[in-house]
């Protein structure tokens, strides 16, 4: 990784740090550009938090990868985002965040109702309905990852849902009642931070077997679509900057970054 090993990043980097900070708030615009606005205070400031986590009851703006926006009613879900500074992780291994995050959450939902998988890249599925979504945002600086912002929605007490998003389902609709969001919340952070606390000593290939052991379709060959067309693919592996790699009905290996390829769910 470059002229720094591992560890003289950690000696460079590091700072003294105090556990996990969370942060409330009624309303905002979005919680990934809240917490964008908190960087310039938390700079240099020691000890730092070892995870900045705020959350809210409501979105005026909310965002999903590129143009989608996320349905969210008011006080019924989680809305929130994480800070940290994996300055360990390698760029070109940084998707092992996304991968921590998508466990993190399927971990702390499975605890609730099974048949929670992991849609790549970091989707939270439950069955072929869509109950999570994450936008990570990183911060790049000298070689290393200086900043990694992490905003997710989790659907747990709407009812229902009015947008044209094509598969939304909460945890109400799956077990029938209200689940402690603040409970749920804390816990996905302590999972979060147990699997950065693994990459942090290394345990890269612990986490891609987990995430690859919970990825949806992980077995079989599915529909799907890319610019030439549909076509019917089974996963073989995620790469370690995140690509997805498919081979389909020809024996053919296709490749595909995000955005790239489409999972045609019926």
């Known amino acids: 990784m470059s002229k720094f090993s591992v560890r003289s990043l950690l000696d460079k980097f590091s700072k003294p740090q105090k556990d996990v900070h969370y942060i409330e708030l009624d309303e905002t615009n979005s919680t990934n550009d809240y917490v964008k606005s908190l960087l310039a205070t938390l700079d240099g400031v020691e000890p730092e938090p070892r995870l900045t986590v705020a959350y809210t009851d409501y979105q005026t703006g909310g965002r999903g990868q590129g143009t989608n926006t996320w349905e969210s009613e008011r006080g019924k ?14 760029i070109q291994s940084q998707f092992i965040i996304s991968e921590a995050i998508a466990l993190a959450l399927r971990d702390a939902l499975s605890a609730i109702t099974p048949d929670i998988t992991i849609k790549w890249p970091n989707d939270i599925y439950w069955k072929d309905h869509k109950i999570s979504g ?7 600086s000298g070689g290393h990852i200086k900043d990694c912002i992490i905003g997710t929605g989790v659907d747990v007490n709407q009812q229902s849902f009015h947008s044209d998003a094509p598969n939304p389902v909460s945890l109400w609709q799956i077990i029938g009642h209200d689940t402690d969001r603040l409970a749920l919340l804390r816990d996905i952070v302590k999972r979060f931070d147990a699997y950065l606390t693994d990459i942090r000593n290394g345990n890269y290939e612990h986490i891609v077997a987990l995430y690859m052991s919970y990825l949806y379709r992980s077995h079989g060959f599915f529909p799907y679509r890319d610019s030439e067309g549909e076509f019917e693919a089974a996963i073989v592996e995620v790469e370690d900057d995140g690509h997805l790699i498919l081979r389909d009905r020809g024996d053919h290996i296709r490749s595909y970054a995000f955005k790239e390829v489409e999972f045609i769910i019926k």
């Open 134 to 140: 994450t936008l990570i945002e990183t911060a790049l």
């Open 77 to 90: 879900n989680l809305l929130f985002s994480i800070l940290c500074h994996p300055v360990w992780v390698p």
